[in-house]
């Protein structure tokens, strides 16, 4: 395309707010099903593994729709699942049963699969190929925006003044117990339905906006050269060991950033009990502003040192402070766990690239980015491992020993890269071969 069409970018761009509202409406979510469904740490935190489990499931198939279709099919699709989704609270808030709740946010998630295969690349592919990469980060900064609004819809219509529900219900009988988390129950559908007003909103104007004819490269490729089958692709792919390890680096780092994301407002609940969980939530919301400036500031840097150096110094220092949040028994182990989120922003888009470049025949570089796409399903176990070591300890605090270990293994899968890196260029450079 020789331009680009200005109000269809912008459409595509306000699709990225949307799916970053319900990612941190389930940072909410986790602390109040924590104590109205009377959930030990590790099932509250199956909202991550419905939520992410549904992006993993869908990758493949919704990047197989959009080939067959085109991309704005992809999006209306996601539309309408991320609709029903929030829909079903409906349902699930009047039978009060964790399990359908659940059900809920993997719908939603499986919407939310479409959108993100079908946005991502169409953003990058609506204009000239040479402002690919701008536009997609233009997009891209619209992630924050949702990210926020959806922690202070949470704050404000979820959550409620007074005192914790923990310190609420600790004087309660069953039978008031009971009645209290039915009642906490229907503040959480009031964020879903402002959603569904926006999303049918949004959905109509798609229905009626009429879009380029874009298709993923591999569409355009000539008849005769046949497409190498699912099977063919996972074995050669399996057969690349800087792949494979780009694959764990990308669920951990996945799993570690949701991790942390989840567990904060109980980590502020935990060391302050004075405070409620309205309150603790603006930790979450110092956690995305922190997010936001790392991806400045990682750019920065990027333009003087290596990526692979960048995300090496970020590691360590990454790692340093989920040690001061595992064993610091104060509430500046929060401010720790708030500033940790300034290290997440470059580690997503600079392993894709890395992990994606190695990739070295081009047939088997779509399914290659689906399967990098998959490895959100980190997402969906860490979490709940965190959980797991957290009622296993009694330890709030301990559980981000979890999260440490998995910035440890990206220092290093970094460290090899730098390595790699260097003697690339030594090999290339006469001077260093001679000396």
Same mark, same amino acid.
């Given at each position: ?42 099932? =509250? ?18 990047? +197989? ?8 099919? @992809? ?6 699942? !991320? ?6 609270? !409906?349902?699930?808030? *009047? ?54 609004? @959806?922690?202070?819809? &949470? ?6 003044? &007074? ?5 609420? +219900? ?17 503040? $959480? ?23 380029? =004819? ?10 005769? *050269? ?57 930790? %979450? ?16 840097? +990027?333009?003087?040192? $290596? ?24 509430? $500046?182990? /929060? ?9 997440? @922003? ?12 190695? /990739? ?34 009694? =330890? %709030? ?13 990206? @220092?290093?899968?970094?460290? &090899? ?15 260093? +071969?001679?000396?």
């Amino acid at each position: 395309m020789n331009r680009t069409p200005i109000f269809q970018f912008i459409l595509l761009s306000l699709l990225f707010p949307l799916w970053a509202v319900a990612a941190s409406l389930n940072d909410i979510l986790i602390t109040q099903f924590k104590h109205v469904f009377e959930l030990s740490d590790f099932a =509250s935190a199956l909202v991550q593994s419905a939520f992410y489990g549904g992006y993993f499931l869908v990758a493949i198939p919704a990047s +197989m729709v959009i080939k067959k279709t085109n991309y704005k099919f @992809g999006i209306i699709t996601g539309l309408l699942f !991320y609709i029903a989704g929030c829909t079903l609270f !409906y349902p699930a808030s *009047e039978m009060a049963t964790y399990t359908m709740f659940l059900f809920a946010i993997f719908s939603i998630a499986i919407g939310l699969g479409f959108l993100e295969t079908a946005a991502n690349t169409f953003s990058s592919m609506i204009g000239p190929r040479q402002h690919a990469t701008l536009r997609l980060n233009i997009s891209q900064t619209f992630y924050p925006i949702g990210a926020i609004s @959806g922690i202070l819809l &949470g704050k404000y219509l979820v959550f409620q003044e &007074g005192a914790s529900l923990e310190a609420q +219900m600790a004087n309660m009988t069953t039978e008031e117990a009971h009645a209290f988390g039915l009642q906490m129950l229907q503040h $959480t559908l009031e964020p879903y339905k402002y959603i569904i007003f926006i999303l049918i909103g949004i959905l109509i104007v798609f229905v009626f906006t009429k879009f380029p =004819s874009c298709k993923p490269f591999s569409a355009k490729a000539k008849a005769s *050269e046949k497409s190498p089958s699912l099977l063919q692709t996972l074995k050669y792919l399996a057969g690349i060991k800087n792949f494979r390890k780009g694959i764990a680096a990308q669920f951990l780092y996945v799993g570690m950033q949701v991790a942390v994301w989840s567990f904060t407002i109980r980590l502020a609940l935990d060391l302050n009990p004075d405070i409620n969980e309205r309150i603790a939530s603006n930790f %979450m919301v110092f956690s995305f502003i922190a997010f936001f400036v790392g991806k400045f500031i990682a750019n920065f840097l +990027m333009t003087r040192f $290596t990526p692979s150096k960048v995300l090496v110094f970020y590691s360590i220092i990454g790692a340093a402070m989920l040690a001061y949040v595992s064993f610091v028994p104060n509430m $500046t182990a /929060v401010y720790a766990a708030v500033a940790v989120s300034m290290l997440f @922003g470059p580690c997503w888009a600079t392993i894709y690239a890395e992990t994606l470049e190695v /990739v070295k025949e081009k047939k088997y570089t779509e399914l290659a980015g689906a399967i990098l796409v998959m490895s959100l399903i980190g997402a969906a176990i860490i979490p709940v491992t965190q959980g797991f070591v957290s009622d296993h300890f009694n =330890s %709030m605090q301990l559980s981000f020993l979890i999260p440490m270990a998995c910035f440890i293994y990206i @220092g290093f899968y970094f460290f &090899g890269k730098m390595k790699q890196n260097d003697a690339t260029q030594s090999a290339g450079d006469p001077l260093k +071969m001679a000396q």
